[in-house]
């Protein structure tokens, strides 16, 4: 049985008072409790930012690597050993902009890894700059006011849904509870699984604050007769913003092979576990037989 | 020269005519004959049209380069007499098809004999003109006299997975213009060719070697994206993932493939991936990932001209001091730069043994001619039983448990090189880490004495690695007058430059490098010093090894022959310019 303590470390967080990646950190922590996983079983991967340096802060096998990159870098320790969990966590830049295209491939590709995203919506380690998703308008040192950002902000459940993702799900740092839930039901998730969780950055955009989504955010599983395996509704689940902001499993089907299902090299366990082949004469003829 | 088992074919014809597959073809009809043979191929990026040709050199002797001299030429069109008429040797001959109009006249006062053929009129007699390629191989076989029974087991072989139809067709089609030519024609040819008694070899290019050096040294991962020259790494790969248990990925993008490589020999899998020119320079920055986390890979990076797309089916070896400099910031990495196919092969498999004991980057650099070049080579040449798997500092099962204080990944040691945990064992939790960090991998990247230390606890690997770096090897005589410096796949036409030299005149021998990086330059060095004259002959316009040398030794090469013109290196060109 693992104990919450197992995944505590003496390392102290470098991010503000405040940060929403605390509520990440400590959700973190207690949906791999709730999953069953002891740290020696889970392997997060992150990318570049404040938030990215959560392995740090936790008892856990991780490999923080580089921007935009933290995806392909798990599919391929996770086709190599799928005997661990395999967790991405990185930002909004990282996931959407940068490693937009690993992005959807990896959920194109139904890849087993989970996917969490600390979506603050602005750069914050590196001072405030405008990100993928901040909205349009949104003023910084690289989108000056008058216009402010003239992007479009990506849309990231829409955007994962059309990639073909098999659980997209949705919460924020303000709830530790319903994003335990979320975090425990992507983990679980056979495939590519996408979590984007708002994530209140206190000094660099304090207007999408606590403030700004606790009054927005509402629980689509408490919205009755919302079915998450609809597609459709799914689509149109995910262009609702503004007043009103959906959080919770948005769409979901069970049952899609993941990539790893696919590959018959790993019906024989773990790729790491397999033992080096034994070379006999009959198989250097074999090869040999090919180029003669 | 003797005439008989001693030759160049060149066939010619537009791409989408099955020059390339019809000369490989012929190169194992002759290889099945005992013989040696050489074949290169000449390619545009273009999959209709333009001209490209195959050359296949066959000899008595072993071979390890092509050679300028055309004996007989095959023309499926005319731009390829046009193009290639003058390196037909007088006494040569070219086979073309009869409906083609040329200056016969003007090529008879070169002395070349003239063999029409009808072509195309045989190959559609029997069902399609796609054939002619197949007529005028065997026409080629009929003219010299060869064993028509030797393509014809090509031809079942290869046309095999066609159906029995197709190979039907391309068997009677081989056969009318092999009875044609010989009948007509091969009294009237000097050159002919004969199988002997010789034991059988294999026709293999550098990249299969490379593939076939990996599989045996364990390698069970392959993430990679196509690019010429390298994807028929990955292409061969995938073709026997299923019988040896593999697991190969095309990736959306190149900076994927080095990511997933990555990410799979963290967890223990012996991993590659292979590229071109652009392609590694999308996986520049991975690179040093894979150098800060201290984790293995394998990358080969097969060269073509640059800078930019370049030309991507030709060649050049214009990436050297790329890949030694790759990445920003100073961490180990090792590069080799085989230049045969066996040395292809060995390198395939040294290089994960590299990567996992110094747990750094290991770079294999080839380029298109090597990795495209077929030679006809013994099995027994490979030592695939000399194939070893050794995994450095990596902590077995029992070592793991057995730990008594808490892991540290990165343990500072007097090798620099630290145990290794794969991840997943409940006493080796740890965070592999691009920051800068501290012995258990958490971030450090303020503290100025811990960065010190990590600095060179890395680079102390390279201190360790150089001691296994081999020597040059020394070809030809150890008293020379002028000392040839290559490196790569240079080593066929110098070798053979050498060799040609030195039956006339005064003595030339060959220093070829294939350890470059860790540079061996205490091996190198007295070498170099004892040499009377240094000239480096590199595939390339600024000379990069001979740059090398000098920043390393301290040795000034006395002159350079370059050439750069996106074709290989040649003995004929290289004695030119000695």
């Not at chain 1, 709730?34 to 096998?61: F, Q, W």
């Not at chain 1, 992007?151 to 059309?162: E, F, G, K, S, Y």
């Not at chain 2, 191989?137 to 009929?142: H, K």
């Not at chain 2, 008694?197 to 392959?222: D, K, Q, S």
Request: charged share 25%.
């Amino acid at each position: 049985m693992v104990e919450l303590k197992e995944y505590d470390s003496p390392v102290r967080p470098t991010w503000c008072r405040g940060c929403g990646d605390f509520g990440i950190l400590n959700a973190m922590k207690r949906a791999l409790v709730r999953a069953g996983l002891a740290p020696h079983e889970v392997i997060i991967y992150t990318g570049i930012g404040c938030g990215s340096k959560l392995p740090d802060y936790m008892t856990v096998n991780g490999f923080t690597s580089i921007h935009g990159r933290p995806i392909p870098i798990a599919q391929g320790a996770h086709l190599a050993n799928h005997g661990l969990r395999a967790i991405v966590v990185a930002g909004d830049g990282d996931t959407y902009g940068i490693g937009g295209n690993h992005f959807v491939h990896a959920l194109r590709r139904n890849a087993d890894v989970t996917i969490i995203v600390q979506n603050n919506r602005v750069y914050g380690l590196t001072k405030g700059q405008y990100s993928p998703t901040s909205p349009k308008g949104f003023p910084s040192k690289t989108s000056p006011p008058p216009e402010g950002a003239i992007d479009q902000p990506v849309n990231p459940i829409a955007l994962a849904l059309a990639a073909g993702a098999t659980f997209i799900a949705r919460s924020w740092s303000g709830d530790l509870p319903h994003l335990v839930d979320m975090m425990v039901a992507a983990i679980r998730h056979r495939g590519a699984a996408l979590l984007d969780v708002f994530q209140p950055c206190v000094t660099f955009n304090r207007n999408y604050a606590y403030d700004y989504y606790r009054p927005r955010v509402y629980r689509v599983g408490e919205e009755k007769g919302y079915d998450p395996t609809d597609h459709d509704a799914a689509w149109r689940k995910a262009h609702e913003w503004g007043e009103r902001i959906p959080i919770g499993v948005i769409y979901r089907t069970e049952g899609k092979p993941a990539y790893e299902d696919q590959v018959p090299a790993l019906n024989a366990g773990p790729l790491v576990k397999q033992p080096f082949r034994d070379w006999a004469e009959e198989d250097y003829e074999i090869l040999e037989a090919e180029f003669i | 020269m003797p005439k008989k088992n001693n030759m160049t074919f060149k066939i010619g014809g537009e791409a989408g005519q099955g020059v390339e597959s019809s000369g490989a073809g012929f190169a194992k009809a002759l290889a099945r004959g005992g013989l040696y043979v050489f074949g290169s191929q000449d390619y545009m990026s273009r999959i209709r049209g333009g001209h490209n040709f195959y050359q296949i050199r066959v000899s008595d002797g072993p071979l390890y380069s092509h050679t300028n001299e055309v004996h007989l030429l095959l023309a499926l069109v005319p731009e390829t007499i046009e193009r290639h008429k003058d390196e037909v040797v007088a006494g040569g001959g070219i086979i073309y098809d009869e409906g083609l109009e040329m200056d016969e006249e003007g090529l008879e006062r070169q002395g070349i004999e003239l063999f029409p053929v009808p072509l195309v009129k045989i190959a559609e007699e029997v069902g399609n003109r796609i054939m002619a390629n197949t007529a005028a191989l065997g026409a080629a076989a009929g003219v010299t006299e060869y064993d028509f029974e030797r393509m014809a087991s090509v031809i079942r072989d290869n046309f095999a997975k066609k159906g029995q139809q197709v190979v039907n067709a391309n068997l009677e089609v081989a056969r009318r213009a092999y009875d044609f030519a010989r009948e007509r024609y091969a009294a009237d040819f000097d050159y002919e060719v004969e199988p002997v008694e010789a034991p059988p070899r294999m026709v293999i290019n550098g990249n299969h070697a490379i593939c076939l050096g990996a599989l045996l040294g364990g390698c069970r991962f392959m993430s990679a994206y196509p690019m010429t020259p390298a994807t028929s790494i990955i292409e061969w790969m995938s073709a026997h993932a299923a019988r040896y248990g593999l697991v190969t990925k095309h990736t959306e993008d190149e900076i994927a493939a080095i990511g997933m490589a990555i990410g799979a020999n963290h967890m223990g899998v012996r991993a590659m991936t292979a590229t071109s020119g652009g392609g590694f320079s999308l996986m520049v920055e991975a690179l040093g990932l894979a150098g800060m986390t201290e984790t293995p890979l394998v990358v080969v990076e097969a060269q073509r001209p640059g800078p930019s797309t370049g030309m991507p089916t030709r060649t050049e070896q214009g990436d050297l001091l790329f890949m030694l400099r790759a990445s920003q910031g100073e961490f180990p990495r090792i590069v080799l730069t085989p230049g045969t196919a066996e040395q292809c092969f060995h390198a395939g498999w040294r290089a994960f043994n590299l990567a996992e004991q110094y747990q750094c980057p290991v770079i294999i650099l080839i380029d298109n001619f090597l990795a495209n070049s077929v030679r006809a080579i013994e099995r027994s040449k490979f030592h695939f039983v000399k194939v070893e798997i050794d995994r450095g500092e990596l902590l077995t099962e029992e070592e793991l448990n057995q730990l008594s204080e808490s892991y540290r990944r990165y343990a500072i040691t007097e090798t620099g090189i630290s145990p290794r945990a794969l991840p997943g064992h409940p006493k080796a939790v740890y965070v592999a880490c691009s920051d800068e960090h501290t012995e258990d991998g958490h971030f450090e990247d303020e503290d100025p004495e811990n960065r010190v230390r990590m600095v060179q606890k890395r680079l102390r690997k390279l201190e360790v690695a150089v001691e296994e770096m081999r020597a040059p090897t020394l070809y030809g005589p150890e008293q020379a007058d002028v000392t040839l410096i290559g490196w790569g796949s240079s080593y066929g036409p110098v070798r053979e430059a050498v060799d040609r030299f030195n039956e006339e005149k005064d003595k030339v021998n060959f220093l070829h490098f294939v350890d470059v990086w860790p540079f061996p330059k205490d091996k190198a060095r007295p070498l170099l010093e004892s040499a009377k004259r240094l000239v480096a002959v590199e595939n390339n316009a600024t000379g990069q090894f001979a740059r090398l040398l000098r920043a390393y030794t301290g040795v000034e090469v006395d002159d350079k022959i370059l050439k750069f013109d996106g074709r290989p290196l040649s003995p004929e060109y290289v004695l030119a310019r000695l």
